[in-house]
């Protein structure tokens, strides 16, 4: 089983630059997440989707937009990378009900200079 | 606000003894749900054990096990028998509904031989 397939794992962009992050899930879960992780601090919500067809902001959402594709695709958009960006990024996916866990991906560790 | 709260930014337990993690959170909600993830250097997020706020048993995991204390608003992890394999960052999460998880900045356990 793959669970939650991120792409890619490792980029390096310039200050400015476009980039998408891909994020697919085959559990048939109903609810996907976008978070950051920095040194130092745990993961931060970025934006989420509680089903398809909704998404909601998080924590941290500024400087991204999102897109749930479909139940099985949410990715992650970053317009105009700054080196405040610089990170690891993790998707995750779940049952909408609280009790279930979520299911993390590898996670991508995203660059910018 | 939801906080996560966890002290010890760094733990050793020697191979075979018992280790306890801290966490504490903030909340006015009665119903939630609290997580604790380990994070090896493969980066991956793996869900440890899990415990619903409205349950008074402590969950249980095989070598792992928590302390729950909802009036103190307290969630420590047990780990007993500690194995070279454990050695990782752990978290502590929190969530409501089926919303996100609010994340401590997590410990880092070295297991010693």
């Known amino acids: 089983n793959a669970g939650v397939t991120q792409t890619p794992k490792f980029q390096v962009l310039k200050t400015g630059q476009s980039m998408t992050l891909q994020c697919a899930q085959d559990?048939?879960?109903?609810?996907m997440y976008w978070y950051r992780q920095d040194p130092g601090m745990g993961l931060r919500l970025i934006y989420y989707?509680?089903?398809?067809?909704?998404?909601d902001k998080g924590e941290v959402p500024n400087g991204y937009n999102v897109s749930r594709l479909n139940k099985r695709e949410f990715s992650l958009r970053l317009e105009s990378a700054a080196p405040s960006q610089t990170s690891v990024y993790f998707c995750?996916?779940?049952?909408?009900?609280?009790?279930?866990?979520?299911?993390f991906g590898d996670g991508t560790r995203l660059s910018i200079l | 606000a939801q906080t996560v709260t966890q002290s010890q930014p760094e733990m050793s337990v020697q191979e075979a003894e018992t280790v306890t993690l801290s966490c504490t959170y903030d909340?006015?909600?009665?119903?939630?749900?609290l997580f604790w993830y380990k994070q090896p250097p493969s980066r991956q997020m793996i869900l440890v054990i899990r415990?619903?706020?409205?349950?008074?048993q402590n969950a249980t995991e095989n070598r792992f096990s928590v302390n729950f204390q909802k009036a103190a608003k307290s969630f420590s992890l047990k780990i007993s028998d500690s194995q070279l394999g454990d050695a990782a960052m752990y978290f502590c999460?929190?969530?409501?509904?089926?919303?996100?998880?609010?994340f401590g900045t997590g410990t880092r356990l070295t297991v010693i031989p």
């Open positions: 995750a996916s779940s049952y909408r009900t609280g009790n279930q866990p979520q299911h």
């Open positions: 559990m048939n879960h109903n609810s």
């Open positions: 989707s509680a089903s398809e067809g909704t998404t």
């Open positions: 909340t006015s909600e009665s119903d939630y749900y």
């Open positions: 415990q619903e706020a409205y349950k008074q």
């Open positions: 999460a929190y969530r409501t509904g089926a919303n996100n998880l609010f």
